[in-house]
């Protein structure tokens, strides 16, 4: 029954989106009607509500529909979506502002003389609106009203040119800041948690674990990851259509002849070509650089994008009259003095304690001043002109409005949908596909790419990904991203803007085209770009670095980058240090030996020993390292024969698990029954039927297991733990190796301030012998502040606790605490001596081999990676790793 009412959902949501009911009732709507089907059919039928659902009841679906609603509107964690009206509205004042216009006109000036010049400058203007706009249906009409007569006046083919143009409207789906991006984004944070929790269940089921290692886990995507994903991506599909596109003009010159500029390319153009184009360009780098650099989030980008957007609408919708840029010189002038304070000065309104501090705060609200007269002065503009900002404003909040009725109506039809077990459904067909996670990776672009000629891309990406991106996401022997799967499935819906008989893109221009330029002529051009996204869609399926390399590099090297011992980089950071061993072995070696003749008898014998046991580990890493390798070719060698035995005993026990699910439910359903009638008894009966039926079959897979599995997995088991005490014993060789150089060198650096200390500590015996408890012991106390900013000083600073504890009270022990505080003198007094002797016998020396090997064998204890080493390490993550046999 519960396939049934799938089916009255499904059928019921095609019916209503093909009558033409508004998608954001039609989802919910479909959704609602089938779940109250299945409620009253399961209370006339079953008994209870829940008699016809595969998982939960209405009660359970309703839950999860408010909780689905408070995801979208409360929760302060899940703020993705804030960025929405912000980009919607930086991409509407633009558009409005006629800056399309003119980049367009001056682009073809610049390269109509280039054969397919006029076709090239159409792609290159649809990729900067694309970065600036991200609206496909305005940056497609702009570039109909204004680019196609012209091309079609200088002899272009209609089919090149219509194409041309709704492929380059288009590109606002996949080049950031995009819509599309952020939706997925969202969509995909709450796919990888479900995908965790599958394949965590699969792991234990598997294994026996009852934890998933750190390593074996998956990592979420936000929207900034997704925009810094799509960026190279994007950067393909331009240079694959102007490729295309000139290609094309060498061979056939009469579809698109080159346009001779009829002006001169002197001073006054290139000046018009600087006005036309910098500002844009400004407002991408400040957007899309802000967020690389790790300076904004993508909600504070979106800020920004909105009151440029604004800043550069303020100065068009003035051309030509007084003071037409003024705004604009306010606004740059405030910024570049905002910058400029913010490193010349520490500006915190916090912690005013100087002049200096007052006259930068001073400065920083005069620049903040201008900066809003400036942005105010350029809304009065866009208010005034037209009411041009009150339009955008009510255009901001239709088109994020529907984003987000969408996404709640998809939400509930989604939860629907796996309450009647589809979810479940899918999987299983999916599972069942020869090839493994590239059978099924194929089947779902086919099908989002099939979808596309019917749906538009919010429906595909709200409805389609919770359901099929948690299963690939969960699949370890692709074990791909986040950001990769988004953004494979955002070039995939792409293509849906152009796809007839739907194709968004094509109704768009139709609606401006001129009278002579014929359907079929359009639908004929837009299928060779049709085809050149599909080849976009499969390079970046074969090259998933294009995809994952800017957000591993940009996480590495942030400020928030995890340290060198986190266990997701281990395996990449080992890879490459295991190369540099091999190039500077003689090098670490020469240093090794070198440090070791240094004299080390100024030395406690704590530290001594310490240093010289790390001399020895130092020694041993290159053992260490062998030892590694060694186990990686053991097991490397025994795993082509055991991959395959493994993946079939896999897949029997898939089998035997979800048979022993559906046994497990029909248990859970038979203690549900009540009543003594004859329907009741018929349907238990039934149910034992069906459970020792499914009973036997699981019995029957489980048959099929070959007789050597037990054996081969314990030998493969038995080379994976050695492969990993190999790992633990060389990573706790090197910290062994490393963290004496490392403590000694801070001891040694710290030795000077403390030497400067001894006053302090001194002057406390007249504080002790005369002071009132209270401020003797805030005293003591700010002495021992100043003894903790250097490391090593936690004995002497002890003594002082005690000395301190004994002046509390109304009658302090005095005479106690000055003997703690002698005992303290003692203690600073030796500890000064060694590390001043120290600091001069060997500090060079020490220097020197810590910074010969900080990169190498050190490198897992410093708090971040360099840049160079970041850099190959990003580049090692941007490929995906199998992790199947791990399951």
Known sequence: MELLFLAILIVTMVAALGSGYPVAFALPGAAIVTILLAAIAGLIFGGEMGAFFAQGDPIQWLNAGVTNFRGVYWEPERDTLIAIPLFVFMGIMLERSKIAEDLLMTMAQLFGPVPGGLGISVVFVGALLAATTGIVGATVIAMGLISLPVMLRNNYSQSLATGTIAASGTLGQIIPPSIVLIILADQLSSATDQALTIRAAEFKALTGNTSLPVELGLTSTSAGDMFLGAFLPGMVLVGIYMAYILVLALLRPKLAPPVPYKGKYDTKFALRVFVVLVPPLTLIVAVLGSIIAGIATVNQAGAIGAVGAMIMAGYRLKEGKPRQYWPAILAVGSVVAIILLLNTYTINVKNIATAE??????????????????????????????????????????????????????AMLTAAFRAFGGEELVRDFLTGLPGGFMGKFIVVMAVIFLLGFFLDFIEIAVVVVPIIAPILLADPSANVTAVWLGVMIGVNIQTSFLTPPFGFALFYLRGVAPPNVTTIAMYKGVVPFIILQLMGLAVVGMYPSLVNYLPNRVYLTSDTAPPPQNPRLQLCLEDQLFVAYDERADELRTSIDRFATLD????????????????????????????????????????????????????????????????????????????????????????????????????????????????????YLELEKALEKARRDYRRNVDDAYEPVEVLGNLLDGAEALGGMR??????????????????????????????????????????????????????????????????????????????QASSGIGTGLATYEASISDTIGVRLQERLDIDRATDVAACLSHHRDLSLSF
């Open 357 to 410: 501090d007052s006259f930068a705060v001073t400065l920083a609200a005069i620049a903040v001043t201008v900066l809003l007269i400036s942005v105010f002065w350029s809304a009065w503009r866009a208010y005034r002109a037209e009411n041009t900002l009150m339009w955008v404003m009510v255009e901001t909040a239709k088109t994020s409005s529907l984003v987000f009725i969408i996404l709640l109506g998809a």
């Open 759 to 836: 006053d302090d500590i001194a002057g406390l015996s007249s504080v002790i012998a005369a002071e009132a408890s209270e401020p003797a012991m805030e005293t003591i106390k700010a002495v021992q502040d100043l003894l903790r900013t250097v490391e090593g000083t936690s004995a002497i600073n002890a003594k002082l606790s005690k000395a301190r504890r004994k002046m509390k009270g109304d009658e302090p022990d005095r005479e106690a605490s000055a003997g703690f505080l002698a005992e303290a003198l003692e203690l600073y007094d030796a500890e000064v001596v060694w590390r001043q």
């Open 600 to 715: 080390l008898s100024s030395l406690p014998d704590e530290h001594r020993g310490n240093l010289e046991t790390g001399i020895e580990r130092a020694r041993a890493t290159f053992d260490r390292v062998a030892g590694v390798r060694e186990a990686e070719a053991r097991l490397a060698e025994f795993v082509p024969g055991y991959r395959e035995l493994h993946g079939n005993v896999r897949n029997i026990q898939r089998d035997a698990i979800r048979s022993s699910s559906d046994i497990e439910k029909l248990e859970r359903r038979r203690r549900r029954l009540s009543g003594d009638d004859a329907s009741t008894e018929e349907q238990l009966a039934d149910m034992d039927a069906q459970i020792a039926s499914l009973k036997a079959h699981v019995e029957q897979i489980e048959a099929q297991v070959p007789a050597n599995w037990e054996s081969e997995r314990a030998a």
